[in-house]
């Protein structure tokens, strides 16, 4: 009957029944809501088709569901609520009298972490109508009124990055355009981060590009997770601030990896800062891997440094994008004599065939998480922590005006 429901009010999703659908009927009136609103933020209003294969998750105040695209349906495949993917709390809500002065909205990429957060917040998420002309252009209509309001534009920068790029400026000078008071832009995983400087002649610094670009379009203030590089902050002439994903990784991996012979890893020289935190927080010794690259996403040598024999090796890094990193880390602590191999990363940007490479890897494990949301099933070996709660708890702070930096060492039950 409720399915029904679904159907009647989108009738372009023709839902196909399976052996979950029975746990998305048995929501109730107001749950059901959720799922409906939630579904009208990631699929309906978004410029870009739904594509077969394609993976989401639909977050609700009543639990988290997966959904797959299979020829013009959606199944919903699987209904979680794990500890690692937090309920909303009213730990984030808005105090009342800030409810009106708050605006979420999200981009396409960003529309079930964005939903996820307003849900968190307590208010609902503002609506986007893209509509994208024959030629391909894009037309924006913002459906609520933001004039004057605190306006927090969830974002992601993940495949097709440069398209999503082109939709966010649009979305940033539509909010000028309809006097924001404020914008802030949530981006968890900052594209183009890593071209952050010139290693050769005649290269780009595309990190400081985009950055201007988006200062240009007319951003206040951008929020990111863990941009590949501290020092690019300076890149900004407006206030930037950079969370930290071991706010919500932490509690997961304290849990799940902590052993008398656990021993955390840093994939390379760039990543032994973060390494040696999550380290210190867990109480284990650390190690690294020198690794030298001859091009971008192409890995020369690798050699561990310290030794790993008998250990269970924690891999912390910042992102895993084709996986030759993590995959080659492995098979080398392997090689050393490790007993076992998990992995831990903030963005899973999964390119290429990333997932298969570590489906066939050392790797038992990698904890990641919703940073990018991912579009291609990723089977057991990945489980994904909700930075959810991290995004809301920064904007309540931002909008109640408390500090944010001191978020940067305070673990998820913020
Ligand atoms: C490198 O500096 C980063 O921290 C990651 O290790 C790297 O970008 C991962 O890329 P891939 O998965 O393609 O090796």
């Known amino acids: 009957m409720q399915a029904d429901k679904l159907v009647n009010r989108f009738p372009e999703l023709n839902l196909a029944t399976n052996s979950r659908l029975p746990a998305l009927c048995n929501l109730s009136k107001a749950e059901l809501e959720e799922v409906e609103l939630a579904l009208e933020n990631s699929i309906v209003n978004s410029a870009t088709k739904i594509n077969l294969g394609d993976l989401g998750i639909i977050h609700t105040g009543r639990g988290i569901f997966e959904y797959v695209v299979q020829k013009e349906a959606i199944l919903f495949r699987t ?6 993917l937090p309920q909303p709390s009213d730990k984030h809500k808005l105090p009342p009298e800030l409810q009106d002065s708050v605006a979420v909205f999200s981009n396409l990429s960003g529309k079930s972490l964005g939903a996820a957060v307003a849900s968190e917040l307590g208010i609902p998420v503002g609506t986007l109508d893209f509509k994208q002309f024959k030629d391909g252009e894009l037309s924006l209509a913002i459906k609520n009124n933001i004039r004057d309001r605190e306006v927090f534009l969830v974002a992601g920068t993940s495949s097709p990055v440069n398209e999503q790029l082109l939709e966010l400026f649009i979305t940033i000078d539509a909010f000028k355009q309809a006097s924001a008071g404020r914008i802030t832009l949530v981006m968890p995983y900052f594209g183009y981060a890593r071209q952050d400087k010139k290693l050769k002649g005649r290269e780009p610094i595309t990190a400081k590009l985009l950055a201007k670009l988006l200062e240009s379009a007319g951003a206040d203030r ?11 902050r300076g890149f900004f002439d407006i206030p930037f601030e950079n969370l930290r994903a071991s706010s919500v990784l932490l509690p997961y991996l304290r849990k799940h990896f902590v052993s008398d012979d656990l021993m955390v890893i840093s994939p390379d020289s760039g990543g032994v800062k973060r390494a040696q935190y999550y380290a210190t927080k867990l109480a284990a010794p650390f190690a690294m891997i020198y690794k030298n690259r001859s091009e971008a996403n192409q890995i020369e040598t690798m050699t561990v440094l310290g030794e790993v024999r008998g250990k269970t090796c924690l891999i912390v890094d910042d992102m895993i994008d084709t996986g030759g990193t993590l995959c080659k880390a492995a098979q080398k602590l392997k090689e050393a004599g490790a007993l076992k191999v998990v992995a831990c990363c903030v963005h899973p940007v999964l390119s290429d065939d990333a997932i298969e490479k570590l489906r066939a890897s050392e790797i038992e494990e990698l904890v990641t998480t919703d940073s990018i ?3 291609r099933s990723k089977g057991e070996q990945i489980k994904v922590v909700t930075i959810a709660p991290l995004i809301a ?10 500090s944010v930096s001191e978020l940067e060492n305070v673990e998820v039950d913020i």
């Open 373 to 375: 949301s991912l579009r």
């Open 393 to 402: 708890e920064a904007i309540l702070r931002m909008a109640t005006r408390r």
């Open 222 to 232: 951008v929020v990111a997770l863990e941009i590949h590089s501290d020092q690019s």
């Open 79 to 84: 209904e979680r609520r794990s500890e690692s």
